[in-house]
């Protein structure tokens, strides 16, 4: 069972498209001074829900469906003070629904 579980996983990887969402790192305060006696943690949500909480890195592996429109917000917080930022503007972005791609190659032959 495992050895038909990897063999259909290798099949299908080709297919399989995954999307990540990424942001630029704070690493300064809203008056502009550099934060180094503080670690930045980052929240996200996905279409008002948190799908993203206290994320060290600035980006998230989406699960995401064709033709859905999804709206992104994101936060920063410090550590060790234990502030906010106010929440980014909002990110909206479509996996388009994509058709099928036109046949290639046409040519005739005779008929056997």
């Known amino acids: 069972m495992k050895k038909l579980l990897a063999i259909t996983i290798?099949?299908?990887?080709?297919?399989i498209v995954g999307?990540?969402?990424s942001w630029d790192r704070v690493n300064t305060y809203t008056e502009g001074s550099t934060i180094?006696?503080?670690?930045v943690i980052y929240?996200?949500?996905?279409?008002?829900v948190q799908?993203?909480?206290?994320?060290t890195d600035n980006s998230l592996l989406l699960n995401v469906?064709?033709?859905?429109?999804?709206?992104?917000?994101?936060?920063?917080?410090t550590v060790r003070?234990?502030?906010?930022?106010?929440?980014?503007?909002?990110?909206?972005?479509?996996?388009?629904a994509g058709k099928a791609g036109a046949p290639g190659q046409?040519?005739?032959?005779?008929?056997?």
């Open 65 to 77: 469906q064709r033709g859905t429109t999804y709206t992104y917000i994101a936060r920063t917080r």
């Open 36 to 39: 180094s006696d503080d670690n």
């Open 81 to 96: 003070q234990g502030t906010v930022s106010d929440n980014s503007a909002p990110f909206v972005w479509t996996w388009a």
């Open 43 to 48: 929240d996200l949500w996905q279409n008002g």
């Open 10 to 15: 290798l099949a299908l990887a080709p297919f």
């Open 19 to 21: 999307w990540t969402i």
């Open 106 to 112: 046409l040519r005739v032959a005779p008929n056997p």
């Open 51 to 55: 799908i993203g909480n206290g994320l």
